[in-house]
């Protein structure tokens, strides 16, 4: 092996294989499958590979082919001197060394850029790359294999469906990363590019063995200080760290930068200046970066700077920094997420989900041949559902990429597990109908659709320095599949479920059957308990994206409104009578869209206002279908759990406990959730529910009807995120809080449940008793150590939660005590006392 010069780096690689179950590893873990002599006779003892320069995708192709025969099978490959050696050997190369070299004649089908070639009877093994980051592509797809089980002899070609597969992170300057639920920057910290790079190296590794090709490094609420020279060194040692891997680097740049970095006294895209303020910014940045894939610009949205401020067009804007990057064959992403922040309710017709196309369509085949519109999935902001963003129906001559988001803003910020595929899928397979001619959106963005030469795939991640990346080693399934998808959107959902879990979690089939069960129900149980009918998350828009409070989504600016009121809900879209959006569409969509009966159940609401009482297609009223819902996705939540611990024993302790703590605190969540919906609309309506559930909870006691001492009443805002709209907090910050009651249920086994606020800036203690016997005790630390994210310092919706004790034994006549205890801003907050027999949820 000294032959490539890496013998230090395999080391690397395997010490950060034996290392705890922590998630580091991801889905890379290579682990022990038994392998006996006749076994190991079967698999490739050699390893050949034609021209691994060092740092070359093809050396490290060679790396990791290295340590994962070795992890997985003990298998020491040797590294053998002869140039086209083909027995028992794995041989690595491009395709055209392959042939040069070779003197091949093997036929190997043609390959677009970034294909690769597999082909393995066992012990002999081809790995042919259309380019070294291809072959690296091929590798690691053997790799997948291996570690699966999997010792077929096959023989395929694989392609990619679109050139750009990147991500992008919104990691900040100082460290913080914008929606990232995973810890802070692995790239910035304190304004500057950090010293140590190991966990870049590792996420590189990881985003290419999904052929993820690109990686934007910071927030595309940009900060001009990355563009220091200081910082330019930063990024270019962050580009040497990731070019073995093929994944190339860009940024985002803010648009104000030639004013507030350059000291000029204008950004105008068109002054000479400008233009050339940004040419010797992109040269310096290709020269620490040569293999710069490119900038991705936010401009004139949310209060960025753009070129509006010189009455110049979006294109315009573009076309300055894609002009820039042609000398070095960059490629610029332009964010089609550009909306007034300020539009006014009162007006019938105002509506945000038309923005993307009244700015962009009449731009189309304005922008250079190296620009490419980021046109995020649906028209308003990564919901639980929307339509299919109609700008992708709208730009034939504009080359366009999907923006997906990885990170679950909106979604449960990684501590609700919600898998998100089924999702995407709806919006890839989207047929536009484009002059009536199928146009799926996937076959749009990989430019198939209108004959262009760029685009593809943009995912929002957002890993951090958490070792488990996105805070959730469950939630990592969608960063594993959002890069199989990018490569074939066609993959069923399922299916790379599958793979995900023999990778991550091994072979049993109890475990991969129980986490694709649960995998495949998360998002529909979360859209039932967040916001159904198309009527968008009914999260806090106005705060952290995260627990509920529908009425923030009205009487703002922001335009994410549902028109609730008394007697109706939804928006009006339509032409006939609404804000004209379904006419954005092609017409066989704005017609299917424009009318109630060809409207899908799953979107009424986003396009139509109707009367809570109004009949959908099942069958049910609006009304009842929410209440109904928000009762089936909780109940289904409440099942992860027993379904997650029937892997006792089957998954490592370490992973075991933190995914039951993430499932369990869903379940508990998903409560807080079903009732603050169900409990807003009664209120608002006045409409009782059939099953007479909403605002009857007959095995729950409110903690203001305890018997309290050092506790005090406190009326909860927004209201339905307390039982009854009320909770207790301790009278001062320093006294303890005591609340006592006699339980008059039936005397038999019970699961009892406190519902209570874990608030950022506390850790308070409680304790729950019976006849002074203690059943339990919990400290209200969720928030800093079992979820990935502080959320809330209120009580609210974000810090409402539910600690659980099982299987408790309650003789009627016991006394129930709470002791809390309050820590810093958080007053030992109760809502309510629920005593759960088996089988029931309330
Ligand atoms: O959804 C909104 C987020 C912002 C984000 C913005 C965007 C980076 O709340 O945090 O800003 O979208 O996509 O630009």
Request: aromatic share 10%; hydrophobic share 35%; net charge negative.
């Amino acid at each position: 092996m000294g032959q490539f010069g890496f013998t230090g780096l395999v080391c690397g690689l395997l010490l950060s294989l034996a290392a705890a179950e922590d998630g580091f590893a991801g889905w890379l873990r290579y682990a022990p499958i038994p392998c006996d002599t006749s076994c190991l006779q079967r698999l490739p003892s050699k390893l050949t590979l034609l021209n691994a320069t060092t740092g070359s995708p093809i050396e490290t192709a060679g790396l990791e082919l290295i340590s994962g025969l070795q992890s997985i099978f003990s298998q020491n490959l040797t590294t053998t001197q002869s140039r086209c050696d083909e027995s028992s050997s794995i041989l690595v190369a491009t395709v055209e060394d392959f042939r040069h070299e070779c003197n091949a004649t093997t036929a190997i089908p043609e390959l677009v850029q970034d294909g690769f070639w597999l082909r393995s009877t066992g012990s002999s093994v081809q790995i042919l790359g259309q380019s070294a980051r291809g072959a690296l592509y091929g590798a690691y797809e053997y790799l997948s294999l291996l570690a699966q089980g999997n010792f077929s002899h096959v023989a395929y070609s694989s392609n990619p469906h679109a050139p750009i597969r990147w991500v992008n992170q919104w990691d900040n300057m100082d460290g913080v990363i914008e929606r990232g639920y995973g810890g802070l920057s692995i790239f910035f910290k304190n304004g500057r590019v950090v010293d140590d790079l190991a966990p870049v190296k590792q996420y590189a590794r990881l985003l290419a063995s999904i052929r993820i090709n690109g990686l934007i490094v910071n927030n595309v609420n940009a900060n001009a200080t990355l563009l220091s020279a200081e910082n330019m060194r930063g990024l270019g040692r962050i580009a040497d760290v990731c070019r073995p891997y093929g994944v190339r680097i860009g940024v985002s740049l803010n648009f104000a930068s030639p004013e507030t970095l350059g000291g000029l006294d204008t950004f105008d895209p068109l002054d000479a200046t400008v233009v050339n303020w940004w040419n010797n910014i992109t040269n310096s940045l290709y020269e620490h970066v040569p293999d710069l894939a490119g900038y991705l610009v936010k401009a004139d949205s949310e209060g960025q700077p753009g070129p509006s401020t010189y009455n110049r067009t979006l294109s315009q804007g573009a076309n300055l920094f894609a002009r820039a990057l042609q000398p070095h064959g960059g490629i610029l992403m332009f964010r089609a997420f550009v909306y007034d922040s300020n539009l006014n309710e009162s007006d019938w017709k105002a509506d945000r989900a038309k923005a993307a196309v009244q700015y962009f369509k009449n731009l189309d085949g304005e922008f250079e041949e190296n620009a490419v519109v980021q046109i995020k999935y649906g028209p308003i902001d990564f919901q639980v559902r929307e339509p299919v963003s109609p700008l992708f129906a709208n730009l034939f001559e504009t080359n366009t990429a999907i923006e997906l988001e990885v990170s679950q803003e909106y979604l449960g910020q990684q501590n609700h597990l919600v898998y998100l595929p089924p999702l995407w899928k709806t919006i890839l397979n989207f047929d536009l109908r484009v002059d009536h001619k199928p146009s799926l959106v996937r076959d749009i963005i990989s430019g198939e659709r209108f004959n262009r030469t760029l685009g593809g795939w943009a995912a929002v991640v957002n890993v951090g320095t958490n070792t488990t990346w996105l805070g959730s080693h469950i939630a990592m399934s969608n960063l594993y599949a959002y890069g199989r998808l990018a490569w074939c959107p066609t993959d069923d959902s399922e299916r790379i479920l599958h793979d995900w879990t023999r990778l991550t979690f091994g072979t049993n089939s109890q475990v991969i059957n129980t986490i694709t069960n649960i995998s495949m129900a998360s998002w529909p149980a979360y859209e039932q308990y967040s916001g159904n009918l198309g009527i968008q998350t009914l999260t806090d828009i106005l705060y952290t994206h995260y627990g509920p409070n529908p009425a923030s989504q009205d009487n703002n600016g922001w335009g994410q409104w549902t028109r609730a009121d008394h007697e109706t809900v939804g928006m009006d879209r339509t032409v006939g009578n609404g804000t004209g959006y379904t006419g954005q569409y092609p017409t066989e969509i704005a017609q299917r869209f424009e009318y109630l009966n060809s409207t899908p159940d799953d979107l009424v609401l986003w396009f139509h206002h109707v009367p809570w009482t109004h009949r959908l297609h099942s069958g049910k009223t609006v009304i009842q279908h929410f209440y109904d819902a928000h009762y089936a996705g909780a109940e289904t939540a409440q099942t992860f759990v027993s379904q997650w611990e029937s892997l006792r024993g089957l998954v490592d302790k370490e992973r075991y406990d933190a995914v039951l703590d993430r499932l369990v605190y869903q379940a508990g969540h998903s409560i807080v959730w079903r009732d603050a919906v169900n409990n807003f609309y009664f209120n608002m309506t006045g409409i009782p529910d059939q099953k007479r559930r909403v605002g009857q909870h007959p095995w729950r006691i409110e903690a203001e009807s305890m018997e309290l001492d050092g506790y005090r009443l406190y009326t909860v805002s927004p209201f339905e995120t307390a039982s009854n709209g009320t909770a207790i907090v301790t009278s001062s910050n320093s006294t303890t809080g005591t609340a006592r009651t006699t339980l008059h249920f039936p005397a038999s086994t019970y699961d009892i449940g406190v519902n209570y606020y874990d608030m950022y800036g506390g850790e308070s203690h409680w304790t729950l008793s019976l006849n002074d016997q203690v059943v339990g005790e919990w400290i209200g630390n969720m928030r800093n150590h079992t979820l990935g994210n502080s959320v809330s310092i209120y009580l609210d919706g974000h810090s409402a939660t539910r600690v659980i004790f099982r299987g408790v034994k309650v003789q009627k006549g016991d006394e129930l005590k709470i002791v809390g205890r309050p820590d810093g801003v958080e007053p030992a907050p109760v809502d309510y006392v629920v005593l759960l027999p088996s089988g029931v949820v309330d």
